[in-house]
């Protein structure tokens, strides 16, 4: 079982920057690929970026060449860097596994705020 805390959230203007960091317990974290997933409000949840556990990353269409994810097994972190933040990156932002590109069901930390406003 991976427990998940996320932090590093904040507000910030447009065209501002946000480093996430994603805090993973288990001894086995390192064989799971990882995803950083957001919400915003009234909306579904989606998958932002994901990780496999040898380090390849995929994202999604909105936020290609602003965002990169990065992990360290060795500490068992995640990390989301936000570049160029508009307005509708505005969501609660989560990490968690992710085994494939769907949305998983469980296993969900508390997320953390990403507010993006002049």
């Known amino acids: 079982q991976v427990q998940l805390v996320e932090s590093g959230g904040g507000l910030v203007q447009p065209g501002g920057s946000l480093r996430l960091s994603c805090a993973a317990s288990g001894s086995i974290f390192v064989i799971y690929a990882m995803g950083w997933y957001r919400q915003a409000p009234g909306k579904q949840r989606e998958l932002v970026a994901r990780i496999s556990n040898g380090g390849s990353t995929t994202y999604g269409d909105s936020v290609k060449g602003r965002f990169t994810i990065s992990r360290d097994n060795a500490k068992k972190m995640v990390y989301l860097q936000m570049n160029s933040l508009k307005l509708e990156d505005t969501a609660v932002y989560y990490c968690?596994?992710?085994?494939?590109?769907?949305?998983?069901?469980?296993?969900w930390g508390q997320g953390t705020q990403v507010t993006v406003s002049s």
């Open positions: 968690n596994r992710a085994p494939d590109y769907s949305v998983p069901k469980g296993g």
